[in-house]
């Protein structure tokens, strides 16, 4: 699967509020083998907001976490831009969102908070911990949550742990060679775009140094090309050492 996140704030992008989503997501799907694909962060503007769904949307293997834009005011517009791309602009209120907004706020529920419940076609529901309004999710593979880490955290590992709880475990090998990346070129391109490989040049006046790492969830395949690094610098006398990294 590929995960995507998606932060709607234009506070974030002024600097009147800092992030705390993609660390909290980050570190989340790191503890169970995934690693994002993409992270947005982007202005409550409706039609980008669709933009960067219909974007998301057309990668059939994608899983995304929208965070913000699902409140009653109207500047949160989440819930009809989700609508509009996944669910061809069809909404309904659901029952058990409807619920749990009145449950929570009473006669207080009308006229505004009630459209909390307005969502896009079969929402399922992501539970609440702090205030019990509902995010949402749909296809179980794209979810809704506040903009409120409090709130959001909670729904996040409640959809990770029930539909995504734990991948694969990836293989990595790394080590660092006392030359520069220019010299490990050639050798870069031996490596197929299936196995994944970073290159992190260090420089320390004068002295130059490279960080290879090849990681693959095929333990043989991570080891094969791996190989291939270890004896071109063995082949040509290069010193390198093995990192745990």
């Known amino acids: ?25 980050n570190n989340e799907l790191l503890k169970r083998g995934w690693e994002q694909k993409a992270n947005f962060v982007i202005k409550d503007e409706p039609p980008f907001i669709e933009a960067v769904f219909n974007l998301i949307k057309s990668d059939p293997d994608a899983v995304l976490f929208s965070f913000g834009g699902i409140g009653a005011t109207p500047d949160d517009y989440t819930r009809q831009a989700a609508a509009n791309v996944f669910t061809d602009s069809n909404m309904e209120v659901n029952d058990g969102a409807k619920k749990a907004i009145i449950d929570k706020f009473g006669d207080e529920s009308y006229p505004h908070r009630i459209n909390m419940a307005n969502l896009p076609l079969n929402a399922g529901l992501l539970k609440n911990v702090v205030t019990n309004i509902p995010g949402f999710s749909l296809e179980n593979r794209f979810f809704f949550v506040p903009g ?64 290879i790492s090849i990681s693959s969830y095929d333990e043989t395949d991570a080891k094969k090309y791996f190989k291939v690094f270890t004896d071109f610098l063995e082949e040509n006398k290069i010193i390198f050492s093995l990192e745990d990294i």
């Open 148 to 211: 409120f880490p409090s709130m959001a955290q909670s729904m996040i590992i409640e959809a990770l742990d029930k539909y995504y709880p734990l991948n694969k475990q990836k293989i990595r090998y790394s080590l660092k060679a006392l030359c520069s990346e220019n010299d490990l070129i050639e050798t870069m391109k031996q490596i197929p775009n299936t196995v994944e490989m970073s290159s992190l040049p260090q420089i320390h006046g004068d002295n130059r140094a490279v960080v």
């Open 1 to 25: 699967m590929n995960f995507y996140s998606v932060i709607i704030g234009t506070e974030l992008l002024n600097g009147r509020r800092n992030d705390a989503h993609f660390s909290f997501l």
